[in-house]
């Protein structure tokens, strides 16, 4: 019978040294460029406090403005007291607040995007805005016979062309349903013709 091994002893094989890859200028200009354009674009924290007054986390963002929230709406901070709450630090990278005491770390730009409830108007206004892109987009899809529908691939056709003859049958209104809706119109009369 096998002898059972003690706990901790030899459970994981010797490995060797794990090399350390050196990155290159291009690579370390490409990180940095990266993230200056991400410092410009998301909300990065250059103060923050607790507003025991109002019951608000204030904080200044790097732009100037001012971000206000209930302290009970963000995850982690719901029981806290305003002692424990007045403890705020930002996290290193500005892109965060963090409270020891409570063991409660949060993210401005999920934070932001939850309670200004970025996902059900974002999408509405992004899709409304202008574009050469959406002009040409829009241009195409009316050669082809209007917008594709979901469900269908790209390249099926809108619709199953009929012969010229075939679609004026098909889409003349029937000789009943046009006298009848004149008729049918309050304040006309029917005109013969003559």
Known sequence: MPEAKKKGADTHAKRAPARRRVADAAEITAARQRGEEAAAIEPRAIHAEYDAERGLVMVQLANGSWFGFPA???PGLENATPTQLQTVEILPGAYGLRWDEVDADISLPGLMFKLLNVKAWAARWVGQ?????KAAASRANGRRGGRPRTG???DEPAAVELPVKEQRVRNAPKKQDVAASVERVPGRTKRKRT
Request: glycine residues 0%.
């Open 72 to 74: 009970a709406d963000a």
């Open 129 to 133: 805005q202008k574009s050469d892109a």
């Open 152 to 154: 269908r691939p790209a």
